[in-house]
């Protein structure tokens, strides 16, 4: 093939990559804006909450993630509006969020599709409400329902010992596109405003993350993998730039571009990676952190008692997470004569069976890096060895 004819070629899949690219990430810029109050589309928020300044209301827009708000010392209501739809199911952190008498409120949760009409008009006290979806919450009580009709419920509420969470099929009750039907924007104005508490609206679902303090140059999303990021480790970033690639090689092979085709090996699959991705994939969906800390610990603490010369590198009955006192201070007293002054972490590490029963994403991730800063003390301590 020419020269020219090889550039023709390099060019027009170039360009056809980029186009792929726009393609492929442009709805996802768009998408991610779907409920934001800096959205601007006829998905977004930002004339609600414009709304919802001019009313006089104490609104801020929260840029933080979910466990950072336990920390808020009064009450607030917090408001989550998704960009698509979520499970309805509240996790046990959102739980016990609402059960210190907080308010939760969700829009766009996913419930069946019922046979009533896609846009309908819900009578309410501050006019004709304008809904725009088929799905429906089946509601036994129905003090819980807040809106709907004969098929079910829009919007209704749960009680969670001090507090309440409020969940809606739709997530966009009021907005941008709902600007000439004020009832809408009352509606939702009067849902998060009855119980008198300032209003926290989540932003960081839409990628909006403050700096944190306590790493300077850094945001919370920076500083603080999360716990599918730690098991996973697969960007999806990084799958379409593998994906283009591999297409590329192939159309060059294809024409030859490079010499002589030769065949190519079939990849060996990993089955043990597979399966342990799939696994911790339904360990992250569960929750299951303390369950992951404690397989962890049976693995470490043995590794560890190797390291200090507590037990033989062949031995591997010790595999309890629940290290007696006595072992505990053998493992103590040889880190202080081989290594010297025993760290803070260690101890931490050492007493797995005496931290509370459901951990939560945060602790595993903070144990998680005890280890790693003692694994660290025993790196270098071998190497200037």
Excluded: C
């Amino acid at each position: 093939m020419k020269s020219s004819n090889r550039l023709a070629w390099i060019g027009g899949i170039t360009v056809l990559a980029i186009l792929l690219l726009t393609l492929i990430s442009a709805p996802t810029v768009n998408k991610i804006n779907s409920g934001s109050t800096y959205g601007r589309g006829a998905s977004g928020y930002g004339a609600w909450y414009a709304y919802m300044q001019k009313q006089g209301i104490s609104i801020k827009r929260w840029q933080k993630p979910f466990p950072a708000v336990m920390g808020e010392k009064n009450p607030v209501t917090f408001i989550r509006i998704n960009s698509d739809l979520k499970s309805s199911r509240i996790s046990r952190l959102e739980k016990k969020f609402v059960a210190k008498g907080n308010t939760l409120v969700i829009l766009g949760v996913r419930e069946p599709v019922r046979t009533t009409n896609f846009s309908t008009i819900q009578d309410s006290k501050f006019g004709n409400i304008k809904i725009d979806t088929g799905r429906r919450k089946e509601i036994l009580d129905t003090k819980q329902s807040k809106l709907g009709d004969n098929f079910g419920a829009v919007v209704w509420e749960k009680k969670y010992e001090k507090g309440k969470v409020v969940l809606a099929t739709t997530p966009d009750l009021a907005a941008n596109a709902y600007q000439e039907n004020l009832a809408n924007y009352r509606y939702l104005k009067d849902l998060v405003t009855k119980d008198g508490k300032p209003l926290l609206i989540d932003e960081y679902i839409h990628g909006y993350v403050d700096k944190n303090p306590n790493t300077p140059g850094k945001t919370y999303r920076d500083s603080k993998e999360s716990l599918w990021g730690y098991l996973s480790k697969t960007p999806l970033a990084i799958a379409f730039i593998q994906a283009g690639i591999l297409l590329f090689v192939l159309v060059l092979s294809q024409n030859k571009f490079m010499g002589q085709a030769k065949s190519v090996t079939t990849p060996i699959i990993d089955n043990s990676k597979a399966y342990i991705q799939a696994l911790s994939a339904v360990l992250h969906r569960a929750e299951s952190h303390s369950f992951v800390a404690k397989t962890i610990a049976s693995y470490e603490h043995r590794e560890l008692q190797k390291a200090l010369g507590i037990i033989a590198t062949s031995d591997s009955s010790n595999m309890s997470t629940n290290i007696s006192r006595d072992l505990q201070e053998k493992i103590l007293s040889a880190w202080n004569n081989q290594i010297g002054t025993v760290p803070q972490e260690l101890i931490s590490v050492l007493n797995i069976h005496e931290r509370k029963r459901n951990w939560s994403e945060k602790d595993l991730m903070d144990w998680l890096g005890n280890w790693q800063k003692v694994k660290e003390i025993l790196s270098s301590k071998k190497l200037k060895e």
